[in-house]
């Protein structure tokens, strides 16, 4: 909103304290994807634990969460401090966050016996779980940044406009995020570094080359992350403070029914994860055969046409979530927001499903023929557009949802409800990575039989599209495919009737900003009263 425009009574941000703000939640989110997908793909690729195992290990820290993430909402919510209640722990969490993340990737491999299975040993015993309980300390560590970093959005300004525009930008910029799959899809490129260093194991170089690149993208991201804490102030205080207990919070959360019905919605949406936790597996070995700095740096050079077809599907898979985070704020401004949301929910289905469709047609034809690169490149542009567009709404309406309860019972749950969402994030990961272990797990892409593939692409005497007669490919191109489309067209029932419409909000809004500067000018004077 331009100055010219703004009410001068209405308190906002600055663009300093914005770009504070958001340079913090980039690093924030790129320390996300490190663990979201790096560390599932080092578990379960590089140090080999197996698929159903990596899959419980998610789903025990995600049942954690179901609890953890409403506590820690809590806590910020009784928080009262001079900075505020959710600057505290933006100033003081991402240190932690760093040396956690770092933990996680600090672990042996697993070993097994001729017959492939685990060697039931102490050693491999204490990898599994290291693997686990690292995994869940990283999650609590986590949420203790991630509820106050989006909380915050909804105390940074009094104005709807502003705060669906820093909620929007924060969906763009967290896109920069995928810069910490770097891990997945550079993760090797520095063995051959540790090999001069006289490491000879290929998988020992594989591993330490992870854990490298794992570790320099985990500072350089906590460095950004610790930005958001110098830079947020919190402008909006609630005229009465009140402490509810974590049992009346819970309350609150499924008794305020529009909160209810998002999450709902985003726990149904789960398995739209899987497009970023299995897509990179997927272009690191259905293009790459897991080792991209090989096949794009040949003896005659740059493999340019293999680059271009991977960018293609690369721009496809995150360039649709940028255009649709950038745009859904002002389509949000003139239609009603549970249209949009219903909207990108089932429509935005198709796609998914088509992705399936296109390479049981195509195949491998996709690698080596422009008409199919740019058809899956396309189809994905079109997924990738609703999860975005999706994103942003569900952080817009869950903060309607906060204006909601403080309006309604004088409570204003900004960190338990915020922390909705993380529980929505965290979860759905959890149940994505699940569906991904049995499938997995079914065609056989587990543990012992991963280290023989990585030995066999490393050798060149195999290609991934066709390892297993194909199914390892399209398990992969299955599991980005359906699961996503189904759990999008169930997410849409929850919101149909979604229980706070724009005009409502605009009005509950209004009459909030009237009461909190008429209680602040009541105090004013008497205290010049006195």
Known sequence: MSKATRDPNVRTYSGKEMTGYLVGLAGQNIIYNIVSAGLMYYFQNIIF???????IIVTIARVWDAINDPMMGTIVDKTHTKWGKCKPYLLFVPVIVMVVTILCFVNGR????????????????GIIIWAGLSYILWGMSYTAGDIPLWGVTSLMTEDAKDRAKILALARIVASVGFIGMLVQLAGTALAGVFEGMGVKEP?????????????????IASIMFQFAGFSVKEKVHQATESKPSMKENFKTMWHCRP??????????????????????TLVLYFFFDNDAVRALMTEDGLNVQLALRVVVIAVGIFGGMLISSALTPSLASKYEKKNLYNFFSIVGAIPFGLVLVIYIIAGEKIMTEWLWTAVMGLDFLLASAAMGGLNVLQSVMIADCVDYEEYHNGNRPDGVFFSGQSFITKLSAGIATMISGVVFSIVGWSGAAIEKANTELAGGTAHFATMNGGKFALSMFFLVSIPPMIGMILSAIPTWKYALPNSEHKRILGELVEQRHSSESEASEESAAE
Not at 49 to 55: D, G, R, T
Not at 110 to 125: E, H, K, L, P, T
Not at 203 to 219: E, F, G, N, R
């Open 49 to 55: 634990v197996p698929a159903m195992i990596c899959s």
């Open 110 to 125: 697993v070993s097994f016996n001729a017959d492939g299975s685990v060697i039931m040993n102490a050693r491999n015993i």
């Open 203 to 219: 998988a020992a170089q594989q591993q330490y080359s992870v854990i490298a690149i794992a570790v320099i993208l985990t500072v």
């Open 259 to 280: 909160f209810r019905q998002l999450l709902v919605s985003g726990v149904l949406r789960s398995p739209i994860q899987l497009l970023t936790t299995v897509a990179i």
